[in-house]
């Protein structure tokens, strides 16, 4: 079973911040934090990811809790090109990585 | 650019053909590569974890005389659809990643339609 849980569909406006949350309560010591996103009829595509310390890269920021039992994928100003199912991953490389069902992100114009 | 090829992106076989899918890391190499199926509408399944040098492992359910999984040298694993049925017809994908715990990169899927 996949050891995160999230919403399964959210709503914002384009040009808006999204605040996505990611619920991983059973995350052990080495496990790392990864969220991906992906588009219609393509493969997942990396985001970003963390340990213990929120990141930022140029597409979002992660915020992760103190207790690291959950984390929120934010994205400063959404386009329409943000639409798209975001997976929240926890595991370290040498897991088999298990999806869940993600959250369907939908961007009205 | 792309770290992970997969070949081809679609695919239209007959019933009781085998179907073989690539999957290539362009600039790392990968020992271990994951092979998923995802169904429409749906998350992905992973199918089986793809060993460099050793047989690879299989989730519960996946039958591996009918998914072949090949993972010859360090940047090339393959998936043989054996003797196709229609219920295969599904989304393909395959990820890899470097050492440590760098990001899993995925390929652009295959598309396979059995008809």
């Known amino acids: 079973d996949a050891k995160t849980t999230q919403p399964n569909s959210m709503e914002s406006n384009e040009e808006e911040p999204v605040h996505l949350p990611c619920n991983h309560s059973t995350i052990s010591g080495t496990d790392y934090i990864h969220w991906y996103r992906q588009l219609p009829s393509q493969g997942p595509e990396y985001v970003i990811h963390?340990?213990?310390s929120n990141v930022n890269n140029r597409m979002a920021s992660l915020a992760i809790a103190e207790d690291r039992k959950s984390s929120t994928l934010i994205l400063h100003r959404a386009t329409l090109r943000d639409a798209a199912v975001y997976y929240c991953l926890v595991g370290n490389r040498d897991d088999k990585i298990i999806f869940g069902k993600g959250t369907r992100l939908h961007i009205l114009p | 650019g792309a770290v992970v090829s997969q070949h081809p992106s679609w695919v239209i076989c007959k019933s009781g053909t085998s179907v073989k899918i690539e999957c290539r890391s362009l600039?790392?190499?990968?020992?271990?590569m994951f092979w998923y199926r995802q169904f429409p509408k749906q998350s992905l399944m992973l199918m089986a974890t793809s060993n460099e040098g050793s047989k690879a492992t299989y989730e519960q359910g996946v039958e591996k005389d009918k998914f072949l999984i090949n993972h010859a040298s360090l940047t090339l694993s393959t998936l043989t659809v054996t003797s196709a049925h229609p219920e295969d017809s599904s989304f393909y994908i395959c990820?890899?990643?470097?050492?440590?715990?760098?990001?899993?990169?995925f390929g652009n899927g295959t598309r396979l339609t059995v008809t």
């Open positions: 990820s890899a990643g470097g050492r440590g715990n760098s990001p899993l990169h």
């Open positions: 600039d790392f190499q990968a020992t271990t």
């Open positions: 963390g340990l213990t």
